[in-house]
């Protein structure tokens, strides 16, 4: 239950934290008309395009990718800390 | 840091029993001496002299005997410390400390303050906690404006963003210990603030509103943050977007790496 508590409150922080940075740098690309390709690897992080007239922004699966690892991550950092205060 | 000239009172919360300090939002007491209870029965005045003639001691035992036990008191926020200096000297004292410390690698210890919550109702704690932090929270919005009005000089942007992100740090810091407060409605409570740190100390609660009352700060920031965040995309207004990155970036304090979410996670 503790891990499980762990992952979730890492990824929830994590992922609120990226989308608040992904969607605000969207924002502001739009905002100066260029253009953005954010990812990682393959996996589409955001996107800023030009089509036509119009800047079409997308939201790709990596956001969920780095919510899941910050959970791991703050998983991984509350066995470690759990590991210390036993011995 | 502690000056000689500086006095004691009992912070708000902490009184004298039979023998024994006792504080009401903790709901602990512990036992004191005559010489503690001497000093402490006479709080809000300087008391190393008289403690001296007392008890038959050297002036510098007495005063050596006197910081010890006032550290030790204000280590547990039981005391807060009053300095009979102006901020300016103070400042100057503190700077002159840490340029000897600066060798050992080693900075002035901070002193803590504790300040009055008022949880009758949720609302009167939310706006107590607001006054309570407001001094820090001006403090950390200024030198968060500062620095970004920095990079964005430096990156020839313009002012409007930067200022938005430090108002949002320091309102952000108000509003994660007022969320925290308005959990807390009907148990005792206190704002501490001791160095870097501001949290929230609080009478025992069941472990399921601790966990509670841990993860509402930093969520209710950090939600407001994504609404900023939300209300930029749809207004196409990047400084609105902008300033709601301080307020969400509240959510790390979920992880173990904040106080809240080792809480949470029962660390």
Redesign the interface.
């Known amino acids: 239950m ?1 891990a499980l ?2 992952f979730l ?2 990824t ?3 992922g ?2 990226a ?3 992904v ?2 740098l ?3 690309v ?2 100066d008309g260029r253009t953005l390709d954010l990812g990682i690897g393959p996996v589409l992080i955001a996107s800023v395009a030009v089509e036509g007239t119009a800047k079409v922004a997308t939201f790709g699966p990596g956001l969920i990718l780095v919510a899941l690892l ?1 959970g791991v991550v ?1 998983l991984v ?2 066995e470690l ?2 590991d210390r ?1 036993r011995g | 840091m502690i000056a000689a000239s500086d006095t004691v009172s009992l912070a708000p919360g902490v009184g004298l029993g039979q023998g024994a300090l006792e504080d009401r939002v903790r709901g602990h007491a512990w036992p004191l001496n005559s010489s503690g209870a001497f000093v402490l029965a006479r709080a809000g005045r300087p008391v190393v002299r008289e403690l001296a003639e007392a008890f038959s001691l050297p002036v510098e035992v007495a005063r050596a005997d006197v910081l010890h036990f006032v550290w030790l008191l204000n280590g547990l926020a039981l005391v807060n410390v009053e300095s009979q200096m102006s901020r300016p000297r103070r400042f100057t004292e503190w700077l002159q400390l840490a340029v000897r410390l600066a060798p050992a690698g080693t900075m002035p210890a901070p002193v803590a303050r504790r300040r009055a919550l008022d949880t009758r109702t949720a609302r009167r704690a939310f706006v107590s906690s607001l006054a309570a932090t407001l001094p820090r929270a001006c403090l950390v919005a200024s030198a968060a404006t500062v620095l970004a009005v920095h990079f964005a000089v430096i990156l020839g942007a313009g002012l409007v963003v930067p200022v938005l992100i430090g108002l949002g740090t320091g309102l952000g810091l108000g509003l994660h210990e007022a969320a925290h407060a308005a959990l807390l409605r009907g148990v005792p409570s206190a704002l501490v603030i001791r160095g870097r740190r501001t949290y929230v100390l609080h009478a025992p609660v069941t472990p399921g509103r601790r966990a509670a009352v841990a ?1 509402g700060g ?1 969520l209710a920031v ?1 939600a407001l ?2 609404g900023l ?2 209300g ?2 749809v207004a ?3 400084a609105l ?2 300033a ?2 301080p307020l ?2 509240h ?7 904040g106080g809240d ?2 809480v ?4």
Do not use: D, E, F, M
């Open positions: 503790r508590k762990a409150l890492g929830v922080a994590i609120v934290v989308y608040a940075v969607a605000g969207v924002v502001v739009q905002a910050g703050n950092a509350a800390i759990r205060s | 993860l930093p950090s943050g994504v965040v939300l930029g995309i196409a207004a990047p977007a902008a709601g990155w969400a970036a959510a790390l304090a979920l992880t173990v790496a979410g080792r949470a996670c029962g660390l």
